[in-house]
């Protein structure tokens, strides 16, 4: 079937949208014309066998304790049936009792497919083409469909069912957005994926599984089966998913069941509170996870997850911050990768969309650091691919491809490629939301060669390969955060502003005579002292010349230190147990590089400039980022300033000149 014939059917099915202007908003024509297109392809493909389903749903009838599922799909040949002997042009035939019949016809569906049409929120539909009339209409208009498995084979129908998706989709940006990936985008992030194992997949007899835990419509899926079916058209993809939105779900879960796929493969849930795939693994696991979404609804699960299941479980590395859960859907992937054998056979590969902020967020020791360390150290990171921004329907931000994998080839081990195709695209000819670029097929195979050039020769070099490639070895996006520390330094006064310090301190406020210490101590106002045992001396002596006791007891002493010490560069340097007690307020941070002695790098960056600066070793902490723009900026010299004079001055001679036009 040509792809003509999959346009004219789509538009048939399509047309149904000018019954519907006026009654429903244009954003939810695919509301009606999704679930119909599933329930006329149904049909068709159940026509074969309908009297003998028929037949065995009558010999079960009064048997209440046999349950006749397992009867009826064999009968079927399928995994779904219908009982009923109702079919669209039966209802169609009957205008006055269409919502009725169509009704009962639905309800006679296996639970599976009627769980699907549940989804789209079917009955509210048929209730609401019933109230306008049109209900018999639209029937009408799809039992003319032809979508027999003979007249359009699972492929096919699943390239009819994806441009309807893709029509729908385009009608509402917000829907577009949400759960719909510009193809193009998903055609690269395929062959990402499965590019390198293109000589195994055309091995005889080849089965591969797939899997996306965010899987919206089932584009990504869709695609990744096309890539591994074009390489060995006798292969055999199965392919899994799970979706959180009810409608998606349904799309999703149809297109599989168009297709003649198994469509319990697509659950429906949360990823992280409700895995519906357990512990199964995946040859391929491939996601465009919201971006920034927060994790709040599921954070007892989560954090339960992470404290008590460890290891067994999929959060041990770390949990990112609540307000972004794209590493967490990392982890989660990461769960389900195929083990490696002895032999080195088995294993995974990961393709996933990240924006920029799982790249770099997070600082040493927080959850995201922790994540990227993981990963790095378990040497699963393969490559990163920036991509333009404004690719995308409802953010114009940069994206990122994350590929990972547990068998990487010996000569890429240790290793990380970066790509830069940022400037591979073109521009599109009309905007959908914010999408205003797109991939061509030449950016497409451009960045799909490049990226196998890259991996092959990783092994050959380090750093540049390729103006828009750079491999590195996984510990140069480690650093080490060291927390340098410089020595209080203090000289001691007694003046109004120390005096006023020291008497609003909460140990000086708590005694009996607080006013009267505060009163002995005017009579030094003025005075200063280098060192604190000097000053020390002469404010005991002014209190006990006033008649009173010097007050003991470390937080006293703390608070006179505290507040009558004035920070001075030249001042003393305070003690805690014959060690210099740090200043917090001259506390810093730095990045080293891992690997490197912090000591020589303390002396080579810090001391020339603060020679009395030290390193505290216990706040060390081992921290991983991957600073991918950095790496790929060329500087640009300022435009000489001659230039931008002789601009400006020739900018403002134009006006002079339309002004006096406007006044001539």
């Not at 992030?189 to 091995?203: F, H, K």
């Not at 895995?275 to 954070?299: C, I, M």
């Not at 990380?416 to 521009?427: E, G, I, N």
């Not at 650093?479 to 007694?494: A, D, G, H, M, S």
Request: one cysteine or more; a negative charge.
């Amino acid at each position: 079937m040509n792809s003509s014939k999959h346009t004219e059917l789509a538009n048939h099915a399509w047309s149904v949208a000018d019954l519907l202007r006026g009654d429903y908003k244009q954003s939810d024509y695919g509301k009606v014309i999704l679930p119909f297109t599933v329930l006329r392809r149904l049909e068709c493909v159940l026509e074969p066998t309908r009297e003998r389903v028929a037949e065995t749903a009558a010999q079960y009838k009064d048997q209440e304790d046999i349950d006749p599922d397992y009867w009826l799909r064999k009968a079927s040949g399928h995994s779904f049936y219908n009982k009923s002997d109702l079919t669209l042009k039966k209802i169609a035939a009957d205008p006055q009792s269409a919502a009725k019949n169509l009704g009962i016809y639905v309800n006679a569906f296996s639970e599976n497919a009627r769980e699907v049409l549940d989804k789209y929120e079917f009955s509210q539909q048929i209730k609401k083409l019933d109230g306008a009339n049109l209900l018999y209409q639209v029937i009408g208009k799809f039992t003319d469909l032809d979508l027999h498995p003979e007249a359009v084979p699972n492929h096919n129908m699943g390239y009819i069912f994806e441009e309807l998706i893709r029509r729908f989709a385009e009608q509402s940006n917000e829907t577009a957005g949400e759960h719909f990936t510009p193809r193009e985008v998903i055609k690269l992030m395929v062959n990402l994926l499965i590019a390198p194992d293109g000589d195994a997949l055309t091995v005889p007899g080849t089965v591969r599984t797939v899997m996306d835990p965010a899987c919206g419509t089932g584009g990504m899926l869709s695609a990744a089966e096309d890539h591994i079916l074009s390489l060995n058209p006798d292969a055999t993809v199965e392919v899994y998913g799970q979706e959180l939105n009810p409608e998606s779900w349904a799309i999703c879960r149809s297109d599989l069941m168009i297709k003649g796929q198994d469509p319990e493969h697509i659950a429906f849930g949360n990823s992280f509170s409700d895995p519906g795939h357990g512990r199964e693994k995946f040859d391929y696991l491939l996601a465009n996870p919201p971006f920034g979404v927060e994790w709040k609804k599921v954070k007892d699960e989560v954090e339960y997850e992470h404290k008590h299941l460890g290891e067994a479980g999929r959060f041990a590395a770390g949990l990112p911050r609540i307000n972004d859960g794209s590493l967490l859907f990392l982890q989660h992937m990461i769960s389900m990768m195929k083990p490696v054998d002895a032999k080195g056979g088995g294993g995974s590969r990961i393709a996933i969309v990240f924006n920029g902020s799982p790249l770099f967020t997070g600082a040493a020791g927080s959850g995201e650091s922790e994540i990227r360390r993981w990963i790095l150290e378990n040497d699963w990171l393969e490559a990163i691919v920036a991509l333009p921004d404004q690719l995308f329907y409802n953010t114009g931000i940069s994206t990122y491809f994350w590929i990972l994998t547990n068998r990487k080839s010996p000569d890429h081990k240790g290793k990380v490629v970066l790509l830069d195709a940022r400037d591979q695209f073109q521009k599109m000819r009309k905007s959908l939301g914010d999408k205003r670029k797109e991939l061509g097929k030449q950016h497409i195979a451009d960045v799909t060669r490049l990226y196998g050039e890259a991996i092959q020769a990783a092994a050959d070099s380090n750093h540049e390969l390729h103006a828009k490639v750079k491999v590195f070895d996984n510990s140069a996006f480690g650093y080490q955060r060291i927390t340098v520390e410089r020595p209080l330094k203090l000289r001691f006064e007694v003046t109004e502003e120390t005096l006023t310090a020291l008497a609003a301190a909460k140990p000086v406020q708590k005694l009996a005579e607080a006013e009267a210490f505060v009163v002995a101590l005017r009579t030094l106002l003025g005075s200063s002292w280098s060192k604190k045992s000097e000053a020390l001396v002469a404010l005991k002596d002014a209190v006990v010349a006033a008649g009173l006791l010097w007050p003991t007891g470390a937080p006293f002493a703390k608070a006179v230190r505290d507040t009558i010490g004035v920070r001075d560069p030249e001042g003393e340097v305070q003690k805690v147990k014959g060690e210099p007690e740090p200043d917090t307020e001259l506390r810093d941070y730095e990045n080293v590089p891992l690997g490197e002695d912090v000591e020589d790098y303390l002396k080579r960056e810090v001391h020339p400039h603060v020679p009395d600066a030290s390193i505290d070793h216990t706040k060390t902490k081992i921290g991983y980022e991957i600073p991918l723009t950095r790496h790929f900026y060329v500087y640009e010299p300022p435009r000489p300033l001659a230039e931008i004079d002789a601009e400006l001055k020739a900018l403002e001679a134009e006006i002079q000149a339309l002004l006096g036009e406007v006044t001539e």
